[in-house]
């Protein structure tokens, strides 16, 4: 039987609207690729406003232990890419950890 996510990880970005064509490539080529290895599922949303776009990750884990094994300690901490403060508006501080309490996909 598959795990089941108990844990949502989720980080923010936003950068000028005049950069999101050339961050969301580097996003999905160098933030993605991690988290599908090791989480159970991860997402990629962006929401383009008028001058700045924003990009959410959200990332799905078995347990904080799991998630703390792939960051290294601390499941809050964020991780830079390389590139990000070229970038990002100002590098986000924090990440959300949240419980997930309902999960029910739509059924087909």
Known sequence: MAQKPTIARIWRGRTRREVADAYEPYIRREGIPPL??????VQLFREDRETESEFVTISYWPSIEAMSAFTGGDPNKVHHLPRDAEFLIELPERIAVMRILVDESPRG
Do not use: V
């Open 36 to 41: 599908e290895k090791t989480a159970l599922a």
